[in-house]
C-alpha cells in the first residue's frame, strides 16, 4: 500500500484536500512574498508558515460546514 493510499483510507476527504492546498500555497506565498517586497527567505517563510496555516483552518471548516450543508440539502430533495 502506498504512503497515498494509506492517507486517502485514514482521512477524510476534507483533511486531504486541506493538506494538498495548504502545501500548494506555501509555495507560492513564499515565491510571491520574496519576488514581490524583496523579503529575505527566513521572512517569506514566515509570512508563508503564517497566512497558509491561518487560510488551512478556515479552508477546512468551511469545507466541513458546506459538506454538511449539500448532504443536508440532498437529503431534503430525497425525502
Not at 6 to 16: A, E, G, Q
Not at 25 to 44: K, Q
Not at 57 to 72: G, M, N, P, S
Request: aromatic letters at 12%.
Amino acid at each position: 500500500m502506498t504512503i497515498l493510499n494509506t492517507i486517502t483510507t485514514k482521512m477524510s476527504d476534507s483533511l486531504l484536500l486541506t493538506i494538498v492546498y495548504t502545501i500548494g500555497h506555501f509555495i507560492i506565498a513564499v515565491t510571491c512574498v520574496t519576488m514581490i517586497t524583496g523579503a529575505s527567505l527566513e521572512l517569506a517563510t514566515i509570512d508563508a508558515l503564517v497566512e497558509p496555516t491561518i487560510n488551512a483552518f478556515w479552508f477546512y471548516f468551511l469545507h466541513k460546514i458546506y459538506t454538511k450543508y449539500k448532504a443536508r440539502k440532498q437529503k431534503s430533495k430525497t425525502n
